[in-house]
């Protein structure tokens, strides 16, 4: 059992932009002129783009890109997400683009930067998607192995791993009709309406810009876990953060890692912000027992203010302790440390246990002093990489009763 409540933020990625789906925000108090302002950051008439600009127009990923991250934000404004609100909740993640939003959420970015960002990168992306001729491909069902080792073998990026069953393939055409032609045992090909192979080789030059514009935007360490889609880490460190977003661009979205942490850190609610519907399609299937809410109008304001406050309240004493995720260094065989149990204090530099590996074994240390809130795996237990091990309370009170 988990050691309490933990409430999830998600942001959608590219395709779940529908038209006008900016009208019904732009109602709520000084919506219009916060869309005005950042029409005027990025040199895009956001606000008739999001209101009477039709589907064709706002599938262009230099549109969508920006749209979706504006809608995301405007409804994390309404629940007191952004700025020196003093709202919490435990972990924040956005499937590609969703990261720009979720990086605003928890700080690392400005919202008029993650706007300006989002314009940026969407443009980028456009433009390498118009220099070479690629697309993608929806891979649906089969084993995950035998789906990603036969989109490999036809020099494709398995560029989406969404969930079990749900895998996108990207690359040149004609491999994607031979993966078509071909599909692998158990699986069916479906190809997706897009503009070109995003998360592959293929959108460097998109990287290459959106490296020099993060590179003049001012970045702070996350206020909350915030969940990578490289790997499905949480980070909290917001350089580390903003690096791993832009290199994203090519590499491939591990949305699949991200829902294994969430499940793994115990997390017992889930709001998807606007445009809403996507990920919380995906946490139906893969965490099942799990709270969820899709904000896909205002009118889904209430009750996700109802499920923040329910989770406010369950902390301890009225007070969020600032959970970190510790991780693991290798792929192995995981062994905890003798001593060491849940609500046991810790110190930095600790070992916590080891992971074993082709005869080596690493040592799990402790980056800060807390408190051991939870193991999330046991001993003997065969771990990734990146996998996380244990939640740890890092608040001021457990640093220092760890001390």
Not at 266 to 287: N, Q, Y
Not at 329 to 334: D, N, S
Not at 370 to 380: A, F, I, N, P
Request: proline residues 5%; hydrophobic residues 50%; aromatic residues 2%.
């Amino acid at each position: 059992m988990h050691g309490r409540p933990v409430l999830a933020v998600l942001a959608p990625g590219q395709g779940s932009q529908t038209p006008g789906m900016l009208a019904p925000w732009l109602e709520r108090p000084g919506a219009r002129e916060t869309v005005e302002r950042w029409s005027a950051l990025t040199g895009l008439d956001l606000i008739r783009l999001g209101t009477t600009a039709d589907a064709e127009e706002i599938k262009d990923t230099a549109i969508t890109q920006p749209l979706i991250v504006v809608a995301g934000l405007l409804a994390a404004g309404e629940l007191g997400l952004l700025g020196d609100s003093g709202r919490e909740f435990f972990v924040a993640a956005g499937h590609s683009i969703g990261e720009v939003t979720a990086a605003a959420i928890a700080g690392v970015l400005s919202p008029d930067d993650a706007v300006v960002l989002a314009a940026r990168r969407g443009a980028a992306m456009a433009e390498a998607c118009n220099a070479v001729p690629t697309s993608m491909s929806a891979v649906l069902g089969g084993d995950a192995d035998t789906v990603v080792a036969a989109i490999e073998a036809l020099g494709l990026t398995a560029a989406n791993r969404n969930a079990a069953g749900q895998i996108v393939a990207a690359g040149a055409i004609d491999a994607l009709a031979a993966l078509a032609a071909d599909p692998p045992a158990g699986a069916r090909v479906r190809p997706l309406a897009v503009a070109g192979a995003f998360h592959t080789s293929y959108m460097a030059p998109a990287q290459s810009v959106l490296a020099e514009v993060a590179a003049t935007m001012p970045v702070q360490d996350a206020s909350h876990a915030l969940l990578s889609n490289f790997d499905g880490r949480a980070i909290t460190d917001g350089g580390e953060f903003v690096a791993r977003l832009v290199a994203q661009v090519t590499t491939s979205v591990r949305w699949d890692l991200c829902q294994q942490t969430l499940r793994d850190i115990g997390v017992d609610t889930v709001i998807e912000l606007a445009p809403a519907g996507t990920l919380v399609g995906l946490a139906k299937r893969e965490m099942p027992g799990v709270t969820l809410l899709a904000i896909k109008s205002p009118a889904d304001i209430e009750a996700a203010r109802s499920l923040l406050s329910k989770a406010t309240a369950s902390a301890q004493g009225g007070h969020t302790p600032d959970l970190q995720i510790i991780v693991s260094p290798a792929k192995g065989v995981f062994t905890r440390a003798d001593g060491i149990d849940e609500g046991s204090p810790i110190i930095g530099g600790a070992v916590l246990g080891t992971v074993r590996t082709n005869g080596q074994s690493h040592d799990l240390l402790a980056p800060f002093s807390g408190v051991l809130d939870e193991w999330v795996r046991h001993d003997g237990d065969i771990v990734g990489a990146g996998l996380p091990l244990a939640r740890v309370s890092t608040d001021a009170v457990a640093a220092e009763s760890a001390s």
